[in-house]
Antibody
Framework: QVTLRESGPAVVKPTQTLTLTCTFS??????????VSWIRQPPGRALEWLAR???????FYSPSLKTRLTISKDPSKNQVVLRMTYMDPLDTATYYC???????????WGQGTLVTVSS | DIQLTQSPSFLSASVGDRVTITCRAS??????LAWYQQKPGKAPKLLIS???ILQSGVPSRFSGFGSGTEFTLTISSLQPEDFATYYC?????????FGQGTKLEIK
C-alpha cells in the first residue's frame, strides 16, 4: 500500500523560508519511472502544481514559482523535501505531496498540511 | 500555457440525478486528462485517467468521455457520498494544470 504524509510548520512568518517534508512508503524513488510532486491549495480555491522530482533526480518547477522553490529527495529515508523562500500571506495553503503515475496523474495523495503565513 | 475551464462552477442536484461536468482545454490535449474528487478537508482522489479509464475501486456510475479540447465527467445516479468538488487536470504537460473545480451540492 502506497502512503504519503506531509510534515512541516503550521505557521511561518512573511519572508521566512518554508521547509516541508513528504515521507512515503510502499514505493521507492530509486525505482525507474517513480516521481513525486508537490501541489498546494489555498483555502477555498483550486489546486496548483508546484514541483516534481524524478527517480533520476530530474526536477521540474512551476514557472511562476521557480525562483522560490527547491525540491530534493533522500531515497534512503523515503523522503522528498520542498523549500519555498520568501513566504507571503498569499502562500497560505494546504500543501500536498503525491506520487505520480507514468501518465502524470497524482495518485495517491498525502493528507495535506495547512501552512499559514502570518506575522 | 494550456488553460482548463470547468463548467459549471457550482451544481445543485438531488440523489438519483444524472449530472455532467465539462472541462474544456484551450488547446488540444488528446486524451491526456484526469478527473479527481475532493471532499471537504480531504485530499483529492483520482477517479479517471486518460479521459475515460475508471480507476480501480471507483463506482461504475462515474464515467469520463472526450478528447482534444472537450471532456466530460458524468455521474449516472448521484449518491449521497458523491457530493464533493471535482477537478480536471491535464496530464501531458509537466505544468499539470488543473481546472478551477466544480462544486456539486445537494439540492
Amino acid at each position: 500500500q502506497v502512503t504519503l504524509r506531509e510534515s512541516g510548520p503550521a505557521v511561518v512568518k512573511p519572508t521566512q523560508t518554508l521547509t516541508l517534508t513528504c515521507t512515503f512508503s510502499g514505493f521507492s524513488l530509486t525505482t525507474t519511472g517513480m516521481r513525486v510532486s508537490w501541489i498546494r491549495q489555498p483555502p477555498g480555491r483550486a489546486l496548483e502544481w508546484l514541483a516534481r522530482i524524478d527517480w533520476d533526480d530530474d526536477k521540474f518547477y512551476s514557472p511562476s514559482l521557480k525562483t522560490r522553490l527547491t525540491i530534493s529527495k533522500d531515497p534512503s529515508k523515503n523522503q522528498v523535501v520542498l523549500r519555498m523562500t520568501y513566504m507571503d500571506p498569499l502562500d497560505t495553503a494546504t500543501y500536498y505531496c503525491a506520487r505520480m503515475t507514468s501518465l502524470g496523474e497524482f495518485d495517491p495523495w498525502g493528507q495535506g498540511t495547512l501552512v499559514t503565513v502570518s506575522s | 500555457d494550456i488553460q482548463l475551464t470547468q463548467s459549471p462552477s457550482f451544481l445543485s442536484a438531488s440523489v438519483g440525478d444524472r449530472v455532467t461536468i465539462t472541462c474544456r482545454a484551450s488547446q488540444g490535449i488528446n486524451s491526456y486528462l484526469a478527473w479527481y474528487q475532493q471532499k471537504p478537508g480531504k485530499a483529492p482522489k483520482l477517479l479517471i485517467s486518460a479521459a475515460s479509464i475508471l480507476q480501480s475501486g471507483v463506482p461504475s456510475r462515474f464515467s469520463g468521455f472526450g478528447s482534444g479540447t472537450e471532456f466530460t465527467l458524468t455521474i449516472s445516479s448521484l449518491q449521497p457520498e458523491d457530493f464533493a468538488t471535482y477537478y480536471c487536470q491535464q496530464l501531458n504537460s509537466y505544468l499539470y494544470p488543473f481546472g478551477q473545480g466544480t462544486k456539486l451540492e445537494i439540492k
